[in-house]
């Protein structure tokens, strides 16, 4: 049958009218219905920023629709045709996507989290041929050339999706099931896929740079052609010490930094990988040097990182919450998804009153928590600030010439 002639074209006031019901719905109020736009064409129509919870959207037509930044939680999108839909910053948790087809759609910056993406058909009655398949040209749900930067797929459910090209840089796809997953020449460079089982998974010809693959499900896994320049996995990254030299190293440091170098010795992790030392809670690690060196997802809250020497180090996904980072350099530092709230990234005082600003110089902060950060004379030259939150952030006298940003946040 032709799937298109079944379904029921909805105009915007009608759609509109809708969404007032089911935002009645959830609220409890008088008049309430919850949104059934299952079969029914809404293509090109506008629900930016509305709020449909548990709506029904089942093998329904929504190309090119304008779902930026809208509340979708546990939404059933069972077979719908969403073909270069914009679904930026969509709120998509728990969402049934089984069997859509999402080619060319803007998914970035959107919640995923364990959404369901696998495969999946529609059947329906056709008097004349019995039962009859409704599906959108492709019967595994459909994500060919989709844009999902900076994505949270957190646990989602992708086994068998079709993703040709498609664009996850900056994804956060811990625990997700890709298990066949069809990913040739996909860019997912800077994805975190720790944990992810990736068994059979096609990934022939992708952008894995940077990629985080720790704790990950790799068996079968084609990767002929891909560029795993920069992949982090189970196998260290770099120089490995004993746990027991490490401790012994962090407090001859922290000796070294109570009697101003008289006693003690002071550390120097350059090109290390820390990660299995797990946390640096609370430290003081005041001149701590460890250029280049992998941290990727530490828990740094409150340390102390004064005059620190910590450029081209790897401290994504870290917990830097009130860390004191007062002119430390930072210079070319991959800072991507960190969480920097309320963190001290102002000037370091010296002798003689001279102030040492903090060096973010080419840092990478896309999506990072800046929250109520003192950014003060920060030097931000050419960092990449995409998606970056900096509510509340103190920037007064920041070098940020050439530093890119999101349009929504130079506005603010």
């Known amino acids: ?56 959207f089942t093998c329904a037509r929504m190309r090119g629709v304008d779902l930026s930044d809208a509340d979708l939680e546990r939404a059933a999108f069972f077979a719908v045709d969403l073909r270069s839909a914009d679904l930026r910053r969509a709120m998509l948790k728990r969402a049934d996507l089984r069997g859509a087809c999402l080619r060319g759609a803007d998914l970035s ?20 041929n019995g039962i009859t398949m409704i599906s959108h040209e492709a019967v595994p749900t459909e994500a060919a050339a989709s844009a999902m930067v900076g994505a949270n797929l957190t ?24 298990v066949r997953a069809q990913l040739k020449n996909a860019r ?32 079968m896994m084609s990767t002929r052609g891909a560029d795993l320049t920069g992949v982090l996995s189970d196998k260290p990254a770099g120089k490995v010490e004993s746990r027991e ?5 962090l407090a001859a440091h922290a000796l070294a930094c109570r009697t101003m170098g008289r006693e003690g010795a002071p550390a120097v992790f350059d090109d290390h990988d ?32 004064q005059g620190a020497m910590l450029a081209g180090a790897d401290l994504r996904a870290c917990n830097l919450r009130g860390a004191d980072l007062r002119g430390a350099i930072l210079r070319g530092a991959k800072l991507a998804r960190a969480d920097l709230t309320g963190a001290r990234l102002g000037p370091l005082i010296l002798d003689g009153g001279r102030l040492l600003p903090t060096d973010l110089t080419d840092a990478v902060l896309k999506g990072a928590i800046l929250k109520r950060a003192d950014l003060r004379r920060a ?17 007064a006298d920041a070098a940020m010439d050439a530093a890119e940003f999101d349009e929504q946040i130079r506005v603010a």
């Open 274 to 305: 820390l990660r299995p030392f797990k946390s640096l809670k609370g430290r003081s690690l005041s001149a701590f040097r460890a250029r280049n060196a992998v941290l990727f997802g530490m828990d740094l809250e409150g340390v102390e990182l």
């Open 1 to 56: 049958m032709s799937f298109t002639a079944a379904l029921r074209r909805v105009t915007q006031q009608e759609l509109d009218a809708v969404c007032a019901r089911h935002e009645a719905f959830i609220s409890g109020k008088a008049g309430g219905q919850r949104a059934d736009l299952s079969q029914c064409d809404l293509s090109g129509l506008d629900l930016s920023r509305r709020t449909l919870r548990d709506a029904n």
């Open 245 to 249: 030299t490490l401790e012994a190293m």
């Open 379 to 395: 030097r931000l030259s050419r960092a990449n600030l995409l998606g970056a939150d900096l509510a509340g952030a103190n920037l």
């Open 109 to 128: 910056g959107a919640d995923m989290a364990e959404a369901d993406l696998r495969e999946g058909v529609m059947a329906t009655h056709d008097p004349a």
């Open 188 to 219: 997912l460079q800077g994805v975190d896929l720790e944990g992810a089982d990736l068994s059979g998974a096609n990934l022939e010809g992708a952008d894995l740079r940077d990629a985080n693959l720790t704790g990950a499900k790799t068996w």
């Open 155 to 178: 646990n989602a459910k992708l086994s068998g999706v079709v993703a040709l090209q498609a664009d996850f840089t900056d994804a956060v796809m811990r625990g997700a099931r890709l």
